[in-house]
């Protein structure tokens, strides 16, 4: 993947609000990194259990 050329400013609320979705679904969290130049969110996969979803 290309970095983007044109940067704009970011208040951070995108990442935090999946990732308080993320934690309401199943009570996990979402892995974020930054090293390098690249920037990687690891979403595990989830899968309905009844009436909740849980992590696979």
């Known amino acids: 993947m290309n970095e983007r050329k044109l940067r704009s400013a970011s208040t951070g609320t995108g990442l935090w609000n999946l990732d308080q979705r993320y934690r309401h679904l199943c009570g996990g969290a979402i892995a974020v990194s930054n ?18 979803y849980i992590q696979v």
Not at 35 to 52: A, T
């Open 35 to 52: 090293k390098d130049g690249v920037f990687i969110v690891n979403l595990p996969l989830l899968k309905l259990s009844g009436d909740k």
